[in-house]
């Protein structure tokens, strides 16, 4: 590959190029034609009907192209969705199909729980099924995906809200008392959460030999706290209301608002230390009519203008 990028998983392959240009699209098809001429050589021939091309739309008003590609002689099929490695992207970067998706999943092993154990079932039992079979399934891949508007989080949240009171056997409570409970989070919580988790487990694996070095996506404060190695993060500008959902983009306002703490201390002891955050800030603020305590760090207009003080 000459003029593109290509990323590998096992037999998965995805080969990229930004276009801007009529010579962009000769380019790409020319490394195209070096992957079936390395193909053929090697007699490891690409299945072509497994092959697609989704284009990235980068700006919402900018034109998609209908340029054809193709791969060992044969046109390339286009479409607006393409799964990845188990996460459905979408040409306009909307992660809305995404969700749908797997929250009809989650619905329908939650529904095969209820049927499969019955409501006087342990709770014990039924929040680890429900942990291990459900939620999984919402969090996978959350780092890429996570929502930050109301239409696609209501969804994710609701499917907890119907779990919580089958575990339970409670359609009383109201949400918050079931999540006391039954000592979970929110599901936007701990989406969040695992935003901050990944980040820490990427800074602490830097190394030259790894492949991706998350120190090359973000920017650290030059002023250090009063916690020695925590230092806050740089905000990038955001251009377009819909970049805030990207991880890099969305990373900085989260991480700036946690207290600090010491990075160099053991992976146990960090992680214990988040969860006690995250449930401190959920027990004192979380009401499940407001939407902005369903965040630890809520990034709607108002809110995003003003970060939590408390720690600052």
Known sequence: IVHSETFLF???????????????HFLLQSDLDLLSKW??????????????????????????????????????????????????????????????KITSKAYKILGLLRRTF????????KKRLYISLVRSQLLYGSQIWRPLHLKDINPIESVQRRATKYI??????????????????????????????????????????NSFNISKYISFSQHHTRSGSFRKLV???????????FYFNRLPHLWNSLPPFDLSLSYKTIRSKLKDIFWNEFMA????????????????????SQPKSRFT
């Not at 998965?12 to 962009?24: A, V, W």
């Not at 019955?118 to 039992?125: F, R």
């Not at 905000?235 to 959902?245: A, F, G, V, Y």
């Not at 009519?289 to 965040?295: D, G, I, K, Q």
């Open 285 to 304: 603020n979380f009401d499940p009519e407001n939407n902005c305590t369903y965040f630890y760090s809520c990034q709607c207009p108002s809110c995003f």
């Open 168 to 209: 339970l056997n409670d359609y009383i409570s109201d949400y918050r008392s079931r999540l006391v409970k039954l000592n979970l989070l929110p599901l936007t919580m701990l989406l969040e959460f695992n935003d901050i988790w990944f980040f820490i487990q990427s800074l602490k694996h830097i190394s030259p030999s």
């Open 235 to 245: 905000q990038p500008l955001i251009r377009h209301n819909r970049d805030k959902q």
């Open 39 to 100: 193909s053929t050589e090697w007699k490891l021939t690409f299945n072509e009907t497994k092959c697609s091309l989704l284009p990235i739309i980068s700006c919402p008003s900018a034109n998609q192209s209908d340029h054809q590609y193709l791969i060992n002689g044969i046109p390339i099929s286009s479409s607006n969705q393409q799964k990845d490695l188990g996460v459905l992207v979408s040409s306009d970067l909307s992660w809305s199909h995404h969700i749908a």
């Open 118 to 125: 019955s409501s006087s079932s342990d709770i014990t039992t």
């Open 10 to 24: 096992a037999d998965d392959t995805k080969c990229l190029r930004p276009i801007s240009s009529s010579n962009d």
